[in-house]
Nanobody, 115 residues
């Protein structure tokens, strides 16, 4: 059973920074894609950033230039560095991975940007 465990969420002031981590229970090379989605109350779950097995990345327009996805293959962990955080970034952030037709999700971690 694949497990994705997020950490690093919390409160941050607008303009501040936060780093999320997602530790996978197996090698991240076993997955086609890993990344982050987010869901604000009343909204759908939207893609934030993805990283492929070969290391290529993709970002939502709303976060491009402010957020950066990275990985540590030795630790089977991916990260989301969030800079210049805005109030509209407030959401539950979910770690994501896929392998073939199967999708895996973490339990989510709350990020709240508020002064």
């Amino acid at each position: 059973q694949v497990q994705l465990v997020e950490s690093g969420g919390g409160s941050v002031q607008p303009g501040g920074s936060l780093r999320l981590s997602c530790a996978a229970s197996e090698s991240i090379f076993d997955f086609n894609t890993m990344g982050w989605y987010r869901q604000a109350p009343g909204n759908e779950r939207d893609m934030v950033a993805l990283i492929g097995r070969e290391g290529g990345s993709n970002y939502a327009n709303a976060v491009r230039g402010r957020f950066a996805i990275s990985r540590d293959t030795a630790k089977n962990t991916i990260y989301l560095q969030m800079n210049s955080v805005k109030s509209e970034d407030t959401a539950v952030y979910f770690c994501y991975a896929d392998r073939g037709m199967t999708r895996y999700w973490g339990q989510g971690t709350q990020v709240t940007a508020s002064s």
